[in-house]
């Protein structure tokens, strides 16, 4: 009994040893050989495994940067143009500044635009509550409000306003990773230049219907009317699907959209208020300003007048007789 044990222990231990042997030989005969400096760009990345660069985690965006013959293709979102230069100096290329970008809710139907016409009562999911049927309010296009969004941001940027329920991003911890669009079944998320200091123009409408639909279904609705394209000077807006889409490419921020649209379904962001300007005063009338002059004087009491010294009058000359009169008359020189 005790060598049938011994024995079986040393014939499993010859056996792993055999094994261990053979699996070393085959990882020495098919090693795959790797660039050492995908460990090097892979330790100056942010360590998200976000995938808003398009792909699966940092080592992967790392490998494809090391093959790629230039980095105008790849991009890290989370790390910004900082960590692309890193990048850059590891591998020995040049790397393109590309301007920082936002998420941007494209819906304006709040519960005072949009109201309810049924209540949902299922699992809180916008997917399942898309597959499910079009939505709780009149207009199909916009948000469905149970929060896919929060829950795919992994930097805590979104958060759903109770008020209006829509969502709401903080620019702030904001890394344009993508989730948020990827998890809105309704599209209505997208990523857009963060513009100069934070200062941007779009359409917070995604809806295609006709301009009466839409606007039944949401006050503040994009009824695809044109007036914002006919004003842009850069033309910057085009109208497709009865919904206007701003290129933010070539928006310059003039705002002449924003004052133009009927519906208010454009939207400005961080620009300072005007200050209240004050109301101009009305200007009186000829007449009135005439009456008024003529009645100051008459109201005027007689103590406000000036003194007027009175002058003696002077005694009238008596008008002389017919004789006398006739004495100052000279003669007529006569020729003697």
């Given at each position: 009994?005790?060598?049938?044990?011994?024995?079986?222990?040393?014939?499993?231990?010859?056996?792993?040893?055999?094994?261990?042997?053979?699996?070393?030989?085959?990882?020495?005969?098919?090693?795959?050989?790797?660039?050492?400096?995908?460990?090097?760009?892979?330790?100056?990345?942010?360590?998200?495994?976000?995938?808003?660069?398009?792909?699966?985690?940092?080592?992967?965006?790392?490998?494809?940067?090391?093959?790629?013959?230039?980095?105008?293709?790849?991009?890290?979102?989370?790390?910004?143009?900082?960590v692309m230069?890193?990048v850059a100096?590891?591998?020995?290329?040049?790397?393109?500044?590309?301007?920082?970008?936002?998420?941007?809710?494209?819906?304006?139907?709040?519960?005072?635009?949009?109201?309810?016409?049924?209540?949902?009562?299922?699992?809180?999911?916008?997917?399942?509550?898309?597959?499910?049927?079009?939505?709780?309010?009149?207009?199909?296009?916009?948000?469905?409000g149970c929060?896919?969004?929060?829950?795919?941001?992994?930097?805590?940027?979104?958060?759903?306003?109770?008020?209006?329920?829509?969502?709401?991003?903080?620019?702030?911890?904001?890394?344009?990773?993508?989730?948020?669009?990827?998890?809105?079944?309704?599209?209505?998320?997208?990523?857009?230049?963060?513009?100069?200091?934070?200062?941007?123009?779009?359409?917070?409408?995604?809806?295609?219907?006709?301009?009466?639909?839409?606007?039944?279904?949401?006050?503040?609705?994009?009824?695809?009317?044109?007036?914002?394209?006919?004003?842009?000077?850069?033309?910057?807006?085009?109208?497709?699907?009865?919904?206007?889409?701003?290129?933010?490419?070539?928006?310059?921020?003039?705002?002449?959209?924003?004052?133009?649209?009927?519906?208010?379904?454009?939207?400005?962001?961080?620009?300072?208020?005007?200050?209240?300007?004050?109301?101009?005063?009305?200007?009186?009338?000829?007449?009135?300003?005439?009456?008024?002059?003529?009645?100051?004087?008459?109201?005027?009491?007689?103590?406000?007048?000036?003194?007027?010294?009175?002058?003696?009058?002077?005694?009238?000359?008596?008008?002389?007789?017919?004789?006398?009169?006739?004495?100052?008359?000279?003669?007529?020189?006569?020729?003697?």
């Amino acid at each position: 009994m005790t060598s049938t044990i011994i024995w079986t222990i040393v014939a499993v231990t010859l056996l792993g040893l055999l094994l261990a042997v053979v699996l070393y030989l085959v990882a020495k005969k098919f090693k795959v050989e790797e660039d050492p400096r995908i460990d090097e760009v892979e330790k100056v990345m942010p360590g998200a495994n976000c995938g808003g660069c398009g792909f699966a985690g940092c080592r992967a965006f790392a490998q494809a940067c090391v093959e790629a013959p230039n980095l105008d293709n790849n991009f890290c979102p989370v790390g910004g143009n900082e960590v692309m230069k890193k990048v850059a100096a590891v591998l020995g290329m040049e790397v393109k500044e590309k301007a920082p970008m936002v998420a941007v809710v494209r819906c304006n139907g709040t519960c005072e635009n949009r109201p309810k016409t049924n209540d949902y009562d299922g699992y809180k999911s916008c997917k399942v509550k898309a597959a499910l049927y079009s939505g709780d309010t009149g207009c199909f296009y916009g948000c469905l409000g149970c929060g896919d969004c929060v829950a795919a941001c992994q930097f805590g940027a979104i958060s759903m306003d109770p008020v209006t329920g829509l969502p709401v991003v903080d620019e702030e911890k904001c890394t344009a990773c993508g989730a948020c669009v990827k998890a809105c079944p309704k599209k209505i998320i997208e990523l857009r230049n963060k513009g100069p200091k934070g200062r941007r123009v779009f359409v917070s409408c995604v809806n295609m219907e006709k301009g009466a639909v839409a606007r039944k279904s949401c006050k503040a609705a994009c009824i695809g009317c044109g007036k914002c394209e006919k004003e842009c000077p850069f033309g910057a807006i085009t109208v497709e699907h009865n919904v206007a889409y701003i290129d933010f490419n070539k928006c310059r921020l003039c705002r002449k959209c924003v004052v133009v649209c009927p519906t208010g379904a454009i939207h400005d962001v961080n620009f300072p208020t005007p200050p209240p300007q004050p109301a101009p005063k009305p200007a009186a009338k000829p007449a009135a300003a005439a009456s008024a002059a003529a009645e100051k004087p008459a109201a005027t009491s007689a103590a406000e007048k000036p003194a007027v010294q009175e002058k003696p009058v002077e005694a009238a000359p008596q008008a002389k007789s017919a004789p006398e009169v006739a004495k100052t008359v000279k003669p007529d020189n006569k020729e003697e």
